[in-house]
């Protein structure tokens, strides 16, 4: 899974690959973890895997000449399902493979994280607030959980009038009532925009 994720990136930036900025070995690379077959070859382990993480934010620095930053969408889903669903397997117990895992998810942040001349800065998102106990030894990750009073509490969430709009877009504003008597909201009457938008995919 988590060689699928650095594929796809990898794939997001296929351009490198014919990047006059690049030299032939680091277009070869590019082009290898580009190829979803090459790229199983390449990446066999968490060192490589790692490696072609730190040398995608390095491509990105040289083709560009500036810092990346980084975007990590439910950074900590791999974590969560390992918790839920890892069984004892005959050469490992549950709790020794769900921390191989969590090891495993955590280092791969960690290299783009931590010491990375490449890297501007990062924003991760998650839902367990228990998975960044596995960041806490990178002194330059904080945390906030995003229903609490910090800088980016406001932008998450529909308010009433951004909910009225997409109402009328979908030819449903006779649901608004129903809606905010149904899911009431996060905070000050703003709603959930995963809540709102199973609703309407469920009416439409």
């Known amino acids: 899974m988590i060689r699928k994720v650095v594929h796809d990136a990898y794939v997001l930036h296929l351009y490198l690959g014919t990047s006059n900025k690049l030299i032939a070995s680091e277009k070869k690379i590019v082009e290898r973890c580009c190829d979803v077959h090459e790229f199983k070859t ?11 993480l730190e040398n995608l934010a390095a491509f ?33 117990k549950a709790e020794d493979e769900v921390s191989a895992i969590n090891a495993l998810c955590m280092g791969a942040l960690s290299c783009l994280l931590k010491a ?43 308010t009433t009038d951004e909910l009225k709009r997409l109402l ?3 030819k449903k504003s006779s649901d608004y009532s129903r809606i905010m008597d149904h899911y009431n909201g996060y905070r000050d009457n703003t709603l959930s925009i995963w809540s709102v938008m199973k609703y309407l995919n469920f009416e439409l």
């Open 42 to 52: 390449v990446a066999t382990s968490q060192t490589k895997i790692h490696t072609a």
């Open 60 to 92: 990105l620095v040289k083709h560009f000449n500036n810092r990346v930053f980084v975007l990590a969408d439910e950074y900590d889903s791999i974590c969560s399902d390992s918790i839920i669903y890892v069984k004892d397997k005959a050469n490992m």
């Open 116 to 158: 990375n001349k490449h890297m501007d800065r990062a924003v991760l998102t998650g839902i367990l607030f228990v998975s960044t106990m596995g960041l806490s030894k990178l002194t330059n990750v904080e945390a906030f959980k995003f229903q609490e009073n910090h800088n980016f509490s406001r932008f998450y969430g529909l």
């Open 168 to 170: 009328e877009k979908c």
